[in-house]
């Protein structure tokens, strides 16, 4: 009998998919390309950030946005942050970001890139000047992205994994 009731909760242990710990998975590192047209590029795939929400956007759907960067040496002044929303489709017209009491519009490059797969899944970049990404990193910083039906915001926290992606990014560009 108690070999049956053993068996029994081995295999419902087994079924439930519960044995073994959580092990997440690694944190992406910066990934540096040369180009014959861009030179030595550096890129960072965004992260997500919960602290990011809603703002005034009109959605109904629940969604994440995600933040990375990139940056190239033929245009060594500037770098590319990367904002991505996934979970709803959106138009990302303009951004800007709050760095103290300094407010800095980033230049949209391209079009919102929109992706079908898994999720919806809009992609933005936007230009900056390179001391915007230091700034970024080293003093509290808010992103508000505006769209047709309003605006999505909030800070770009400093504990979480889209701002460590930046840190990275930042670490590995400085040394070029």
Known sequence: MKNKLFLIGVLGVL????VGTYVPPPKPEPVVSL??????????VPQF???IGKGSYQS??????????SWNETQSNRFLLRVQVI????????????LGDDIIDLVPVGITDMSIGNAETCTQDFAAP???LKQMIQSPCWLQVITP????EGSICQDEDAMDGL???WTVVSQQ
């Open 35 to 44: 180009s014959a047209f861009n030179g030595k590029t550096v890129s960072i």
């Open 130 to 132: 390179l001391a915007v």
């Open 149 to 152: 039906t309003g605006t999505i």
């Open 49 to 51: 950030d919960p602290c």
């Open 87 to 98: 979970g709803t489709y959106v138009i990302m017209t303009s951004a800007r970001l709050r």
């Open 60 to 69: 109904d759907s629940h969604f994440g946005v995600y933040v990375g960067g």
């Open 167 to 169: 840190k990275k990014l």
């Open 15 to 18: 079924q439930s998919g519960c």
